[in-house]
């Protein structure tokens, strides 16, 4: 049986040809209800475009690319995830390139996109990526700031804050140590500036020993060396807060390693919420941020550039997050969020 054609596809959809071929374009032309429904069209009929011949006529490509810095990391995956279903809708595909959080790895896949000529880019960066890109560019989770048509991150400081808020007001805590990456890039910068501002705040001293810092990958091997250390002091924290749920993972195995148990003898808070935060044990207390509303976010942008022609300016979008209360804080009732 031959492949559907073009024309099979308008008649599926009830449109005209070439209506067809602008809503599989992406063209700003056709409204979104036409667009959905043609390609629903083409889903159904499985309608493949001629991708290759279509960016030659018009010198799109229809694609764009998104680096990131660990595409195992559930944060990334999940992001990924969300930005590709916004840009597959939009008749986009995604070439992802992955840098293992290496800035020489990050410039290589940045050139090989731009080889593949992509119409946008999505970049995660670790430090490779200093200034905007020669194609629409929205960079997420760690920001160039001024630079590209979007900046999309979590509210890192706003976070800290909450944490460090929980263990001071639910808890009575005053000694509060701090594991995290590197303070490189923004999210490690941030949150850590947010940890001193939410402790000044409340009066309570930043300890030098108590902030420790692990490797640029922000893993599980780097928080349970990190809390070793803390666990080693002469008096330790009544709490600890860590940067990331990979961080708290390594964090809780340490203490369990010493004879410890988490909360009773030291209560844990995380930065990131993972999917199963709720399997742990104990259950993590966490702040949860919507990686699908930063994905979108993200891929909105860059497609508002890519319609609009415009890279007059570099709009910066933060994404909140919220607690989600389970038992390894030390709280009772698992489950609350705020």
Request: net charge neutral; charged share 25%; proline share 6%.
């Amino acid at each position: 049986m031959a492949d559907p054609t073009l024309s099979d596809l308008a008649a599926e959809a009830g449109v005209s040809r070439s209506t067809a071929g602008r809503a599989m374009s992406g063209h700003k032309s056709v409204r979104d209800d036409t667009r959905r429904r043609v390609q629903a069209a083409a889903r159904r009929i499985g309608y493949e475009p001629n991708r290759i011949a279509r960016s030659l006529r018009s010198r799109n490509s229809m694609f764009v690319g998104i680096i990131v810095p660990d595409i195992a990391h559930g944060f990334y995956g999940r992001t990924v995830k969300a930005a590709q279903d916004v840009l597959e809708a939009a008749g986009y595909q995604i070439l992802v390139m992955n840098t293992d959080r290496e800035p020489h790895r990050e410039q290589a896949a940045l050139k090989t996109l731009l080889a593949h000529r992509v119409d946008g880019i999505l970049l995660a960066s670790s430090g490779g990526v200093t200034e905007s890109p020669p194609v629409p560019t929205v960079f997420f989770d760690n920001l160039v700031a001024g630079a590209g048509e979007g900046n999309v991150a979590r509210a890192n400081k706003q976070g800290m804050d909450i944490l460090v808020g929980h263990l001071v007001d639910a808890h009575g805590c005053e000694r509060i140590a701090y594991l995290s990456g590197p303070p490189i890039l923004t999210s490690g910068i941030e949150r850590l500036d947010g940890f001193r501002d939410a402790m000044g705040a409340r009066r309570l001293p930043v300890v030098p020993e108590h902030v420790v810092f692990g490797d640029e990958a922000w893993s599980p091997e780097s928080g349970t060396v990190a809390m070793r250390d803390l666990l080693a002091l002469p008096e330790r924290p009544e709490a600890v807060i860590t940067a990331s749920d990979t961080i708290a993972l390594g964090a809780i195995q340490a203490v369990r390693d010493r004879g410890l148990a988490v909360p009773d003898d030291i209560a844990l808070v995380s930065f990131d919420d993972p999917f199963f935060g709720a399997f742990m044990e104990p259950q993590l207390t966490a702040l949860r941020g919507d990686e699908r509303a930063l994905g979108e976010h993200a891929a909105s942008l860059v497609l508002q550039a890519l319609r609009t022609g415009s890279r007059e300016r570099s709009v910066e979008v933060r994404i909140p997050v919220a607690l989600t209360v389970r038992r390894s804080c030390g709280c009772a009732s698992p489950g609350a969020s705020h």
